[in-house]
């Protein structure tokens, strides 16, 4: 367990501006459990109405890529993890499919708390929300990130562009390298967007792999 005093700290680091936290492996992964636990009563926006389950993210906490979805579904507020159920499995393939496994990854979502009927997340809700995300990629520090969807994309990217545009480029996010890709769940709406999800894993993977070098 870490201290309330030690958080205090790291959230005030935060707000004078330190972006970068040289931690040890074990403090990332304490950090990242004490932070979901904290946050986990938050009703910062309407969408804790509904919530079950929060669901802050799972993986490894040293991942080099982390993948950020929309928000969780259904099962995902059952259980509070992200990507479980039938888009999850897709994603557990996905990653499979270019020789990684979930415990490879950082998983999560722009907002933590389920919209209702899987709707889009609205504005006020992603804003209120994505401190808690801008927090886990400071902690993690990945080097890669794999954007899931339109949502995640253009939230992050602050972009109105189409996933047509935005999955043909790859992004600088706050200096990280990022792809953008389509959403599991459209995948499973849409089995014509594999063949480009596909080439977009591909292109993920061929960075992925010199980081590895
Ligand atoms: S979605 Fe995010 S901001 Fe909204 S209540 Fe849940 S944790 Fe708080």
Redesign the pocket.
């Known amino acids: 367990m870490i201290s309330r005093e030690l958080i205090q700290h790291l959230e005030l680091l935060n707000n004078l501006g330190v972006k970068e936290l040289f931690l040890p492996p074990s403090s990332k992964a304490e950090i990242l459990k004490e932070l979901s636990i904290k ?1 986990s009563t ?4 309407k ?2 109405t509904g ?1 079950i389950k ?1 669901v802050y993210g799972e993986g490894n906490p040293d991942a080099l890529a982390m993948l950020i979805g929309e928000g969780p579904g259904e099962q995902e507020n059952l259980t509070g993890r992200p990507f479980v159920g039938p888009a999850g499995n897709l994603l557990t393939n996905m990653l499979k499919a270019i020789n990684l496994s979930r415990e490879d990854v950082y998983i999560c979502n722009i ?3 389920r919209p209702p009927n899987n709707r889009n997340p609205e504005p006020e ?1 992603r804003e ?2 994505l401190p ?1 995300l801008l927090e886990q990629i400071d902690i993690i520090q990945p080097k890669l990130i794999l954007m899931l969807g339109l949502v995640a994309a253009q939230t992050l990217l602050n972009t109105k562009l189409s996933m047509e545009k935005l999955r043909q480029t790859t992004h600088s996010f706050q200096g990280i390298k990022t792809f953008v890709t389509y959403h599991p769940s459209a995948l499973l709406r849409n089995p014509n967007w594999k063949k480009p999800a596909w080439q977009d894993l591909q292109r993920f993977q061929a960075e992925y792999v010199k980081l590895l070098q």
Request: net charge positive; aromatic share 18%; charged share 25%.
């Open positions: 946050y938050c009703t910062k926006c969408l804790h919530r929060f907002v933590k708390c809700e209120a929300c808690y």
